[in-house]
């Protein structure tokens, strides 16, 4: 490093211009692996924010899956997430512009509408290829709909040739994650009713899926009055596995006979955030039937691999934060990004869980590490003798600094909270 020229705090000379943050950044989301292939959303700047999907072969070569008039969104609950699933090479997707869901084949270049048009919006969908079908939480905004003009949520069935869907669940204020059962024999799902939140109280519902597709009683699993569970997957080997804040922290679960509750490598860090976007995935099984799950503690994510439902030993892996961690036989994606990296759509091996490459990145823009500030987890008092949690970014500047003497403006920035947290990757926005 050369010598560094001494200049007052707001005068140093940044190698960053303002080109290199808005010109070539894209968001990207939900990740997902379907065979061979990895998926993922693209929200494109150049495009009027339009969000595209995109497949990677696994040859590495990428290909724009929706056509141009398409943009990949749903705003089920308003938040949105869970706007399109990957199943056998097929794709089922939700478009903005009109909420309806479309197909599209494998080759093919266009999109089939599947659901009729009119006031439904649908979100968090699963394939039941066996029967032709998928499963999917459907938001109805007709006119009085609902008591007191209030919109309704149901889960659905829909045909994936198209057709009228088939509603199995109806009557919670809300529902979410329909989860088919590895050998399609049960269907789960979480529901939950005003005045609660899901991060407040949510129940875990399963039922046996008749042979005309219908369900039959449902049974409860887990959660109730005071106890959140989100995230409800179900293992290879059929037994189904959450995650429950009951301890106080959101820890991973598995559902034995009684019905009752077995901890899997219970820890002070949390499996899950607040579910108020569809889709949220932090753990899946690999195929010798141990799980990988990312958990956060002290102000970031760290990735886990569990074996035995009780052995844990944390991955080290060059990234601080993750998100979508999707995992399947050949494979695990998620998204991930440290202080010195943009969100990138990683692949990591399946057997050592090391990165195994970079699919893509949200910039090709690139600096030295030392132009970027490190955050440093700092905690201080607040009121009701509460603990607040916070980063500290000290300046950084390979070329400059400060006099001897001057301490540094302070700015403070707070997050959107009550259900989000500042994240520790490099953000150019």
Known sequence: ????????????????????????VIVLAEPWIDGDDTYWIEGRPTEGGRRVLVRAA??????????????????????????????????VFSDFSDGRLYRV??????????????????????????????????????????????????IVSIPLDGGEPTVLVSGPDFVAAPRMSPDGSHLAWLEWDHPDMPWDATRLRFAPIAADGSLGDAALAAGGPDESIVQPEWAPDGTLHLISDRSGWWNLYRLVEGPRL?????????????????????YGFLPDGTIVAA????????????????????????????EGLQVGPDGVVVLAGSPVDPWVVVRLDPATLAVAGVLRRATTVTFDPDTYSRPEPIEFPTVGERTAHAFFYPPANPESVGPDGEKPPLLVLTHGGPTSNTLTALDFA
């Open 105 to 154: 084949d494998p080759g093919a270049s266009e999109a089939v509408p599947i659901t009729p048009p009119g006031p439904w919006r649908y979100a968090d969908m699963r394939a039941d290829l066996g029967r032709r079908r998928f499963y999917a939480v459907r938001e109805d905004h007709g006119i009085g709909s609902g008591a007191a003009g209030e919109v309704v949520n149901t």
């Open 262 to 282: 077995e901890p899997i490598a219970p820890m002070e860090a949390e499996f899950a955030d607040p579910s108020w976007i569809f889709g949220r995935s932090s």
């Open 295 to 322: 958990g956060r503690s002290d102000g970031h994510d760290h990735l886990f691999h569990i074996a035995a439902g009780e052995r844990m030993g944390e991955v080290d892996i060059p990234f601080t934060e993750l």
């Open 1 to 24: 490093m050369t010598d560094r020229t001494v200049a007052p705090y707001g005068a140093w000379r940044s190698r960053i211009r303002i080109d290199d943050v808005v010109g070539d």
């Open 58 to 91: 696994a040859d590495g070569s990428t290909v724009d899956v929706t056509p141009p008039q398409f943009n990949v969104r749903t705003r089920v609950h308003e938040y949105g997430g869970g706007s399109y699933v990957a199943a056998g090479g097929i794709v």
